[in-house]
């Protein structure tokens, strides 16, 4: 079943130790099949230079396995809760990336003092209050701040937990996690030094704008 999900969810979850966003066996990403509404997650515990496709399982969005021989992500309730809710959302990404989680473990949300982060955001990116692991608690408190801000950061910081993302698809969620983390790179970095330059909130916007309606090649621009 969803031959093609599978192998881009492999893909992305294999991506993520490669870019420093993970550490042994933390970490996933999970993405929902829009026509048949099926979700395609990894499997727990194994590293992931030993995924394959094949491995990879689907479920339903109650988490019961649809096919698969292996149990499923711990993160998979957080990640259902999240797609149960938004339903534009069709992948999201969970890290434990070490300068953006820098942020979640202070309880701070990362301000925009790059044009990068305007760019990409346009926003502070939120932190989230502390919940729960394994359960609801935590994808709803993603949930409750990505409608209070719109969806205009796809990207939520959890206080003492990690990071997580969403997007259309794997490779959108995939990518919001790792420009957090450089934005947030960068920013502990200027932190170390001094205190950065704010980027106004109407300016970042604008650059919030022109990104999303001019970069890339598709037309009208966009984030994946």
């Known amino acids: 079943m969803l031959e093609n999900l599978k192998a881009e969810v492999c893909w992305a979850n294999r991506e993520l130790p490669r870019r420093g966003l993970v550490a042994w066996t933390s970490g996933n990403v999970i993405a929902r099949d829009p026509q048949s509404g099926l979700v395609v997650a990894k499997p727990s515990g194994v590293l992931f230079e030993d995924l394959a496709p094949e491995k990879m399982l689907v479920v339903d969005l109650d988490g019961k396995i649809i096919e698969g021989d292996l149990r499923?992500?711990?993160?998979?309730a957080t990640a259902l809760t999240i797609l149960k809710h938004l339903r534009d959302v069709h992948a999201v990404v969970h890290t434990h990336s070490p300068y953006a989680t820098s942020f979640a473990a202070l309880g701070q949300s990362i301000p925009v003092v790059l044009t990068e982060h305007g760019d990409a955001f346009g926003i502070p990116i939120p932190c989230?209050?502390?919940?729960?692991?394994?359960?609801?608690?935590?994808?709803?408190?993603?949930?409750?701040?990505?409608?209070?801000?719109?969806?205009?950061?796809?990207?939520?910081?959890?206080?003492n937990h990690g990071v997580f993302g969403v997007g259309p698809s794997a490779r959108a969620a995939l990518k919001a996690a790792v420009v957090v983390e450089d934005i947030a790179k960068t920013v502990h970095l200027a932190m170390a030094k001094g205190s950065p330059v704010p980027i106004p909130p109407k300016?970042?916007?604008?650059?919030?704008?022109v990104y999303h309606t001019r970069y890339g090649q598709k037309a009208g621009g966009g984030f994946e």
């Open 72 to 76: 499923p992500s711990v993160d998979a």
């Open 203 to 209: 300016e970042a916007q604008r650059l919030y704008d």
């Open 128 to 159: 989230g209050r502390y919940a729960k692991i394994g359960g609801t608690e935590i994808g709803e408190e993603v949930v409750r701040i990505l409608r209070e801000i719109k969806m205009q950061c796809p990207v939520v910081l959890m206080q």
